[in-house]
């Protein structure tokens, strides 16, 4: 009894460790943000007199009024897209079990380890080949090739577990495969579709690398796009690039908070599915 006690306490001081330091960098950033504009501040300090207007200032220096429009518009066409795609893809690689499946399913584990920053350059060429460099497209259709392996890796866990004999009883009525997943299936995977969801527009939303190096027109990328609008001049201003720095991730915080079930929720599914 004592040594699961102390397992406990050993277990919940861990968590408290790690929340400090997972904070820490946060709480930083806000002090800093309220300084006055042109200082560099020392660590954690608060100052004498704090500067709310350096959110103010640096909302108009990042033009977030067309980031938000571009990140919104990006996030709608990437997410409901890919999980079509995922979906329907995991539906018959799960499910269906054609010929080839698990060759198919292979290489979409494949891509999973596939270096994200290893593609960027053979993207840049092939966009400017193609016509679509710096468009928010040069930003939509990568996005969702790049989520294609872990969606359908994570929609096929789910469809593997499902009880086989859902699907014996539709065939015994005479279901086609699209009633299948149309009728059956996908009603049932609601939940981890949603989870999903929250996750890749999350994702959309915080993406950087793509928009800086694919799309120079800061207008057509996403809102971590707009630190780049910092470059030159205002890369010198530590208050006002981290005052930028939170308010790009104020939307992430908003949806974290109003669907933290459903992300907890996808992360722990996400872990035990296989």
Request: charged share 10%; hydrophobic share 55%.
């Amino acid at each position: 009894m004592k040594a699961g006690r102390l397992e406990l306490w050993m277990g919940r001081s861990l968590l408290l460790v790690l929340m400090v330091f997972t904070l820490l960098p946060f709480i930083s950033i806000f002090m800093t943000a309220l300084h006055p504009s042109g200082t560099v501040p020392g660590g954690l300090e608060w100052p004498e007199n704090p500067q709310w207007g350096n959110f103010i200032e640096a909302f108009k220096v990042a033009n977030m009024t067309e980031l938000l429009a571009s990140s919104t518009y990006i996030v709608i066409a990437v997410v409901p897209i890919a999980l079509i795609i995922s979906t329907m893809a995991a539906f018959a690689i799960g499910l269906l079990r054609f010929k080839g499946s698990r060759f198919l399913f292979g290489l979409f584990v494949f891509g999973l380890t596939l270096p994200f920053g290893g593609i960027i350059v053979p993207l840049y060429y092939l966009e400017r080949a193609m016509g679509i460099y710096n468009t928010r497209v040069a930003i939509v259709l990568p996005l969702i090739a790049l989520y294609m392996p872990f969606a359908v890796f994570w929609m096929r866990a789910h469809f593997v577990n499902m009880p086989a004999e859902i699907s014996e009883a539709a065939r015994v009525d005479g279901v086609s495969n699209w009633g299948l997943f149309w009728f059956i299936h996908l009603p049932l995977a609601q939940a981890p579709i949603a989870s999903l969801g929250i996750l890749m527009s999350v994702w959309t939303w915080n993406q950087f690398l793509l928009a800086l190096v694919l799309v120079e027109d800061p207008s057509q990328r996403t809102m971590a796009g707009a630190l780049g609008a910092f470059q030159g001049h205002y890369a010198t201003d530590v208050p006002l690039l981290c005052a930028g720095t939170i308010l790009i991730l104020l939307p992430t915080f908003i949806i974290f908070v109003l669907f933290q079930r459903q992300i907890i929720t996808a992360l722990l599914q996400g872990s035990i599915k296989g």
